[in-house]
């Protein structure tokens, strides 16, 4: 990376993944590409966009400090705990498993969590009206974020959306609480994750650190913007997101 071209495009890149994961999610779909783009190998590049978009969330969970005050710290601690876990699994099955067996299915859980994400308040009523005990929709929740952690470790993208499916289903109806916790558990795991591709040595290094500057302003306008837009309308910008990042990873998996 020499060229003026190539940081801006690369700056460009992360502020608009700094400000799409603090709305709805999708980030690395921006970053990855612009890395690949100005010649950074693909696994490189993988492991780079972590960590370029992780400041991102440390500005975005920053923006939703009042949301996460009011939710009990040993969930959020506990929670913290699951996606570190994740965050490190995933990244260990990055560094040794090739990343073209994973490719092949991440359209389909995009497209997934996109319309898990849209009935998600459906859900939620429905099993609201079975019952169940706190505890066990606990463990369910928590069974479930483990599994979007190693996803996350693994492969970046649509993270964000898989976590905000994951917490809708679970019943949080408060779209600005599900983005906070959405923010908070992709920063312990994306943080975690980078450091095991820090010890593999499989950053480069110039290109991150432009782009981790960049992600961090991005996340922390993204987290102003969101909250002032009605709820409603960020529920739009997160389906659309999904289903835009699912058409575009269908026509490269068939590409």
């Known amino acids: ?17 700094g400000v799409l994961n603090a709305i709805a999610g999708g980030g690395s779909f921006l970053t990855f590409p612009a890395l690949v783009f100005t ?17 991102g969330y440390l500005g975005s969970t920053l923006g939703f400090r009042p949301e996460l005050r009011a939710l009990p710290s040993r969930r959020l601690g506990r929670e913290a705990a699951i996606s570190g876990l994740g965050g490190l699994l995933g990244a260990g099955l990055l560094l040794v498993t090739p990343a073209s067996v994973f490719a092949g299915i991440v359209p389909w859980l995009l497209l997934f969590a996109t319309a898990l994400f849209a009935a998600g308040p459906v859900i939620a009523r429905r099993a609201r009206a079975i019952g169940g005990t706190a505890d066990g929709a606990a463990h369910g929740r928590e069974a479930g974020l483990l599994a979007v952690a190693i996803y996350g470790g693994y492969f970046n993208g649509g993270l964000g959306i898989l976590l905000m499916a994951l917490y809708t289903v679970a019943g949080e109806s408060r779209i600005h609480t599900v983005n906070a916790l959405k923010n908070l558990n992709s920063l312990v795991l994306s943080w975690l994750s980078v450091v095991a591709f820090i010890v593999a040595g499989a950053i480069a290094w110039r290109e991150g650190m432009v782009m981790m500057v960049a992600a961090t302003l991005g996340g922390y306008a993204g987290a102003r913007w969101s909250r002032r837009l009605p709820a409603a309308w960020v529920r739009a910008g997160v389906i659309a997101t999904g289903l835009v990042m699912s058409a575009l990873f269908f026509r490269l998996a068939m590409g």
Do not use: C, K
């Not at 060229?3 to 992360?14: H, K, Q, R």
């Not at 693909?42 to 972590?50: D, K, L």
């Open 1 to 17: 990376m020499t060229d003026l071209f190539s940081i801006l495009l690369l700056a460009a890149a992360a502020f608009g993944a």
């Open 39 to 55: 010649g950074v190998p693909p696994i490189v590049a993988n492991a780079t966009s972590a960590l370029a978009v992780s400041p």
